[in-house]
């Protein structure tokens, strides 16, 4: 079973920063089968970003994906205050399709 | 416009047995793979199970290997997870997704139905 660590667990930020997630897997993944999902309190999570680094539709450009092998990260280049929630990767380059532990983006 | 609206969630006792359904529509139902995806209140998703389109080739978490059952009936357009001999770990909120196939990923979710295991 592929591990997926995603850190930090909570990051703090204000409206406007940079946010930087990381999401490291315990063998290498297809660029292919690495995905990005956002979850809001109470929602269903919504995919942002797939391939690695490919927008899903409708996801703003501020989201950007980027990593291969074992390291990937989601940047949000200027966070908006409809940005903070919790965002979560998942590789589907082997089943089980894990998930990471997810990152809480929180307004500081 | 793709709906995916899941029922059959409720409170179960250990031991019991629930099946869920996943209703979807606005969406050719057979020619997608489908998943099951769960949360336990407060904590991350953890993947459960999933199917391919013609119902041939399924795929569980170890944790629910031969306890639940997924299954799809393509002419009714719906998705179920049976689930039995529930404890009180399978409590969850339980989300079915539409998987695009080629560069993997779920791309539309049900609302999730919440699963209690308590006596």
């Known amino acids: 079973e592929i591990v997926l660590t995603q850190s930090p667990g909570t990051l703090s930020l204000f409206p406007g920063e940079r946010a930087t997630l990381s999401c490291r897997a315990s063998?290498?993944?297809?660029?292919?089968?690495l995905v990005w999902y956002q979850q809001k309190l109470g929602q269903a999570p919504r995919l942002l970003i797939y391939?690695?680094?490919s927008r899903a539709t409708g996801i703003p450009d501020r989201f950007s994906g980027s990593g291969s092998g074992t390291d990937f990260t989601l940047t949000i280049s200027r966070l908006e205050p409809e940005d903070f929630a919790v965002y979560y990767c998942?590789?589907?380059?082997?089943?089980?399709?894990?998930f990471g532990g997810g990152t809480r983006v929180e307004i500081k | 416009e793709v709906q995916l609206v899941e029922s059959g969630g409720g409170l179960v006792q250990p031991g019991g047995s629930v099946r869920l359904s996943c209703a979807a529509s606005?969406?050719?139902?057979?020619?997608?793979?489908m998943h099951w995806v769960r949360q336990a209140p407060g904590k991350g998703l953890v993947w459960v199970s999933r199917?391919?389109?013609?119902?041939?080739?399924?795929k569980y978490a170890d944790s629910v290997k031969g306890r639940f059952t997924i299954s799809r009936d393509n002419a009714k357009n719906t998705l179920y997870l049976q689930m039995n001999s529930l404890r009180a770990e399978d409590t969850a909120v339980y989300y079915c997704?539409?998987?695009?196939?080629?560069?993997?990923?779920?791309?539309?979710w049900g609302q999730g139905t919440l699963v209690t295991v308590s006596s």
């Open positions: 997704a539409r998987v695009v196939y080629g560069y993997l990923r779920a791309d539309f």
């Open positions: 606005g969406f050719t139902f057979s020619s997608y793979w």
């Open positions: 199917i391919n389109g013609d119902g041939s080739d399924t």
């Open positions: 063998q290498s993944v297809s660029s292919s089968y």
């Open positions: 391939g690695a680094s």
């Open positions: 998942q590789q589907y380059h082997s089943s089980p399709e894990t």
